[in-house]
Protein backbone atom coordinates (compact mmCIF):
# COMPACT_ATOMS: atom_id res chain seq x y z
CA UNK A 1 0.00 0.00 0.00
CA UNK A 2 1.14 3.29 -0.97
CA UNK A 3 0.97 6.12 1.61
CA UNK A 4 1.69 10.03 -0.01
CA UNK A 5 1.82 12.29 2.38
CA UNK A 6 2.14 15.89 1.89
CA UNK A 7 4.14 19.34 3.20
CA UNK A 8 4.69 22.84 2.62
CA UNK A 9 1.06 24.04 3.02
CA UNK A 10 0.55 27.31 5.18
CA UNK A 11 -0.32 31.40 5.52
CA UNK A 12 1.26 33.38 2.62
CA UNK A 13 0.04 36.88 1.27
CA UNK A 14 -1.31 37.11 -2.32
CA UNK A 15 1.79 37.02 -4.56
CA UNK A 16 4.18 35.10 -2.83
CA UNK A 17 5.41 32.04 -3.27
CA UNK A 18 5.20 28.51 -1.65
CA UNK A 19 6.24 24.91 -2.68
CA UNK A 20 4.69 21.62 -1.53
CA UNK A 21 6.29 18.13 -1.34
CA UNK A 22 4.43 14.33 -1.68
CA UNK A 23 6.50 12.39 -0.41
CA UNK A 24 5.61 8.20 -1.20
CA UNK A 25 6.50 5.51 1.18
CA UNK A 26 7.86 3.99 -2.09
CA UNK A 27 8.88 4.49 -5.71
CA UNK A 28 5.67 5.10 -7.46
CA UNK A 29 6.76 7.48 -10.40
CA UNK A 30 7.44 4.52 -12.57
CA UNK A 31 4.26 3.17 -12.59
CA UNK A 32 2.03 6.23 -12.55
CA UNK A 33 1.61 9.57 -12.92
CA UNK A 34 1.86 11.52 -10.09
CA UNK A 35 -0.21 14.84 -9.62
CA UNK A 36 -2.10 17.63 -7.59
CA UNK A 37 -5.50 18.29 -7.16
CA UNK A 38 -6.97 21.12 -4.63
CA UNK A 39 -10.59 21.67 -2.67
CA UNK A 40 -11.20 24.98 -1.71
CA UNK A 41 -14.21 25.68 0.73
CA UNK A 42 -17.74 24.60 -0.24
CA UNK A 43 -15.99 23.49 -3.93
CA UNK A 44 -15.58 20.74 -5.70
CA UNK A 45 -11.51 18.85 -5.86
CA UNK A 46 -10.46 20.10 -9.02
CA UNK A 47 -7.33 19.21 -10.87
CA UNK A 48 -3.86 21.17 -10.60
CA UNK A 49 -0.82 19.48 -12.13
CA UNK A 50 0.70 16.03 -12.96
CA UNK A 51 3.68 14.12 -14.62
CA UNK A 52 4.70 11.49 -15.86
CA UNK A 53 7.67 9.28 -14.13
CA UNK A 54 10.51 10.55 -16.91
CA UNK A 55 8.68 14.56 -16.55
CA UNK A 56 9.04 14.38 -20.05
CA UNK A 57 4.82 14.76 -20.01
CA UNK A 58 3.10 17.36 -17.55
CA UNK A 59 0.17 19.33 -17.61
CA UNK A 60 -1.48 22.24 -15.95
CA UNK A 61 -4.81 23.60 -14.98
CA UNK A 62 -5.85 26.80 -17.28
CA UNK A 63 -5.93 28.32 -13.59
CA UNK A 64 -2.24 27.77 -13.14
CA UNK A 65 -0.54 27.35 -15.94
CA UNK A 66 2.66 30.01 -15.88
CA UNK A 67 1.84 30.22 -12.02
CA UNK A 68 3.08 26.71 -10.86
CA UNK A 69 5.43 24.13 -11.42
CA UNK A 70 5.38 20.95 -10.78
CA UNK A 71 8.76 18.24 -10.93
CA UNK A 72 10.14 15.60 -9.01
CA UNK A 73 12.86 14.06 -7.12
CA UNK A 74 13.33 10.22 -8.03
CA UNK A 75 15.97 9.79 -5.26
CA UNK A 76 13.58 10.56 -2.44
CA UNK A 77 10.72 9.46 -4.03
CA UNK A 78 8.83 13.24 -3.31
CA UNK A 79 6.80 14.84 -6.01
CA UNK A 80 7.12 18.83 -5.68
CA UNK A 81 4.47 21.69 -6.68
CA UNK A 82 6.31 25.06 -7.02
CA UNK A 83 3.35 27.75 -6.69
CA UNK A 84 4.44 31.51 -7.34
CA UNK A 85 2.31 34.60 -7.79
CA UNK A 86 -0.21 33.37 -5.60
CA UNK A 87 -3.57 34.90 -5.76
CA UNK A 88 -6.86 34.40 -2.95
CA UNK A 89 -8.51 32.14 -5.31
CA UNK A 90 -5.64 29.54 -4.39
CA UNK A 91 -6.49 29.23 -1.48
CA UNK A 92 -7.22 25.24 -0.38
CA UNK A 93 -6.63 21.81 0.65
CA UNK A 94 -3.85 20.44 -1.49
CA UNK A 95 -3.95 16.82 -2.43
CA UNK A 96 -1.40 14.49 -4.00
CA UNK A 97 -2.48 11.90 -6.08
CA UNK A 98 -1.13 8.56 -8.20
CA UNK A 99 -2.96 7.55 -11.19
CA UNK A 100 -2.62 5.14 -14.33
CA UNK A 101 -2.79 7.54 -16.71
CA UNK A 102 -2.46 11.68 -17.22
CA UNK A 103 -6.31 11.13 -18.58
CA UNK A 104 -6.92 9.31 -15.44
CA UNK A 105 -5.50 12.19 -13.35
CA UNK A 106 -7.05 15.45 -15.27
CA UNK A 107 -10.58 13.68 -15.03
CA UNK A 108 -10.15 13.11 -10.96
CA UNK A 109 -11.09 9.20 -12.30
CA UNK A 110 -9.80 6.21 -11.19
CA UNK A 111 -7.20 7.38 -8.93
CA UNK A 112 -5.05 4.69 -7.62
CA UNK A 113 -4.10 6.52 -4.59
CA UNK A 114 -4.60 10.01 -2.31
CA UNK A 115 -2.58 11.98 -0.13
CA UNK A 116 -4.66 13.47 3.07
CA UNK A 117 -3.67 16.87 2.05
CA UNK A 118 -2.19 20.20 3.11
CA UNK A 119 -3.62 23.72 3.57
CA UNK A 120 -2.87 26.75 1.56
CA UNK A 121 -3.86 29.91 3.13
CA UNK A 122 -3.26 33.26 0.59
CA UNK A 123 -4.03 36.45 2.02
CA UNK A 124 -5.35 39.50 0.17
Known amino acids: QVQLVESGGGLVQAGGSLRLSCAASERTFSNYYMGWFRQAPGKEREFVAT????????GYADSVKGRFTISRDIAKNTVYLQMSSLKPEDTAVYYC?????????????????WGKGTLVTVSS
Open 51 to 58: LNWSASST
Open 97 to 113: AAASSMSSMRAGAGIKY
